[in-house]
């Protein structure tokens, strides 16, 4: 049992070049600056918390660090009017778990305008099934819709990354909207898990990597969620719809864009970029509000693998290498 003042959480150092990774009993005093003090519950694993915790692209500066980009849990000490103890709140984005301390601890301080309150009848673990990956999958089918988007529009949404967390979940919701969904995925072992999301067509990698023969392609997706960029985004821009967007996401392959001004002039498409990092709190509620209710919590059970705290640390090798599914909730207690 940790005593009262101490907390349990994976500690980040440098280490001979490199970053280590060790679960830890630590004071409070250790905790950060913040208004709130949460007693967490659960975490999620997303690919930047693999990047994060194996030392790749530079995004966290100051050591030692506990990483986690989302926390649920119940707040145990309040300085903001806008929460009192035993509040459940959420928290995603921010960057926490990179410039402030994360989720994979059974502690937390934060700042209270990071937190939104959990939506009633929303258990933690689906919270953190949903969490940063599901809002922003949501913020992202939000923008297309702004730009035009209905489930009556001619063509298949492709969602590229399909197999991963924000693409799990957008596959979800988009076929729950109504949406004919093409789930692109290099995985050739998650087609009956993609169609059973709802995705109408699975689309390979191979051929998301194929080039149009000319700058543009032919007119295919009535709107597009990228999680991969590099080559892909640059080829599935070339086959969007006339005033056609695509929400630009993750770009884990790479952020480099090799296209032509065609498809922007000759089509008009739009391209989105997501942040949910900033987004603001009405926007970040919205998208919590359209997830409770949209989002089959069937098809998010399903997708989801609850894992102890002691086995982030490898599963942080493995979703860097493409072999996690769906969305992994962390049990920070267990």
Not at 40 to 64: Q, T
Not at 132 to 141: E, S, Y
Request: aromatic content about 4%.
């Amino acid at each position: 049992m940790t005593p009262p003042d101490q907390f349990k959480a994976i500690v980040l150092e440098q280490a001979d070049g490199g970053v280590a990774a060790s679960i830890q009993t630590l004071d409070d005093d250790a905790l950060p600056d913040g208004d709130v003090t949460i007693g967490v519950s659960h975490s999620s694993l997303n690919y930047k918390d693999g990047m994060v915790m194996n030392g790749l692209g530079r995004l966290v500066r100051d050591y030692p660090h506990v990483p986690g980009v989302d926390l649920v849990g119940a707040v145990e000490h309040s300085d903001s009017p806008d929460f009192a103890p035993g509040d459940a709140v959420i928290l995603t984005g921010w960057r926490v778990g990179e410039i402030h301390w994360g989720g994979y601890a059974t502690r937390a301080r934060v700042r209270s305008e990071w937190l939104v309150k959990k939506p009633d009848g929303l258990s933690p673990v689906r919270a953190m099934a949903i969490g940063t990956a599901g809002v922003t999958a949501m913020m992202a089918i939000m923008a297309l819709e702004e730009h035009g988007l209905t489930p009556e529009s001619e063509g298949e949404v492709l969602v590229t990354g399909a197999a991963g967390g924000v693409g799990s979940v957008a596959v979800a919701v988009l076929a729950a909207l109504g949406y004919k969904v093409a789930a692109g995925t290099g995985r050739a072992s998650s087609h009956d898990y993609l169609k059973d999301l709802g995705a109408h067509t699975i689309v390979s990698r191979g051929e998301l990597e194929t080039p149009a023969k000319g700058p543009l392609g032919s007119e295919r997706w009535a709107g597009a969620i990228d999680n991969v960029g590099g080559v892909i985004l640059g080829n599935l821009l070339a086959g969007l719809r006339s005033r056609a967007s695509c929400a630009a996401v993750g770009l884990a392959a790479s952020p480099k864009l090799e296209t032509t001004v065609l498809p922007f002039l000759l089509r008009g498409i739009n391209l989105l970029g997501i942040d949910s990092v900033t987004c603001p709190t009405p926007r970040r509620i919205e998208a919590w509000r359209r997830l409770t209710e949209t989002l089959p919590m069937d098809k998010l059970d399903e997708m989801t693998t609850v894992v102890g705290l002691g086995q982030v640390i490898e599963l942080g090798k493995a979703i860097l290498k493409g072999q996690v599914k769906g969305r992994t909730v962390v049990d920070v207690r267990a």
